[in-house]
């Protein structure tokens, strides 16, 4: 069974840049039909999709974020990462990573990560 | 900039059926916004229920069913259980690569 786990610092500072993996277990982050992104939930609020890129190395970034924000790919660890720039107490939120399988007719988030909380503060 | 809704909040009785919607604030929601609903309980990471307006994630029960309705999409919970209360989000497809999610409806069973 596909397992995801974010990791990274629970604590940033303002002006500094968030910097999360998500560590893909159970299958390949290399497959086709996958993509791979990242969803943040600030405390008591709802969802908000950041990004997600293709395992072929698209990215697709939340217009709001994209100034930011940057997915990459590292195929031979197994590991997709994020990194948002230049953070704000605005930024602080639970950060998810995702799985979002696409097929010919269909597109599902079959796979999320249990989230890991980021706040940014001095 | 184009605006997912959803409803607050909502409540229904145990055993009974509730309906909530996901409407954009400009236009009508289709099958070709592929929407999809997800289940989170305090503390926990979402849970996918359905997808691609009517597909049922794994392990899903079949009393979560997913539709277009109207001009909005719909997830439908029938035969409530307390279990069920929950905040319930959806998400969809504006194009270009990119994903909306609505504000969420804090669901009540009582």
């Known amino acids: 069974q596909l397992q995801l786990q974010e990791s990274g610092p629970g604590l940033v500072k303002p002006s500094e840049t968030l910097s999360l993996i998500c560590t893909v277990s159970?299958?390949?982050?290399?497959?086709?039909?996958?993509?791979w992104g990242w969803i943040r939930q600030p405390p008591g609020k709802g969802l908000e999709w950041i990004g997600n890129i293709y395992s072929g190395g698209s990215t697709y970034y939340n217009p709001s974020l994209k100034s930011r924000v940057t997915i990459s790919v590292d195929t031979s660890k197994n590991q997709f990462s994020l990194k948002l720039s230049s953070v704000t107490a605005a930024d602080t939120a639970v950060y998810y990573c995702?799985?979002?399988?696409?097929?010919?007719?269909?597109?599902?988030?079959?796979?999320w990560g249990q989230g890991t909380l980021v706040t940014v503060s001095s | 900039q184009t605006v997912v809704t959803q409803e607050p909040s909502f409540s229904v009785s145990p055993g009974g059926t509730v309906t909530l919607t996901c409407g954009l604030s400009s236009g009508s929601v289709s099958s070709s916004f592929y929407p999809s609903w997800f289940q989170q309980t305090p503390g926990q990471a979402p849970r996918t229920l359905i997808h691609s307006t009517n597909g049922r994630s794994s392990g899903v029960p079949d009393r979560f069913s997913g539709s277009i309705l109207g001009n909005t999409a719909a997830l439908t919970i029938t035969g409530a259980q307390a279990d069920d209360e929950s905040d319930y989000y959806c998400?969809?497809?504006?194009?270009?690569?990119?994903?909306?999610f609505g504000g969420g409806t804090k669901l009540t069973v009582l």
């Open positions: 995702s799985r979002r399988v696409e097929l010919a007719t269909t597109t599902n988030f079959d796979s």
């Open positions: 159970g299958g390949s982050i290399g497959g086709n039909n996958y993509y």
């Open positions: 998400v969809l497809y504006m194009g270009s690569g990119i994903w909306v």
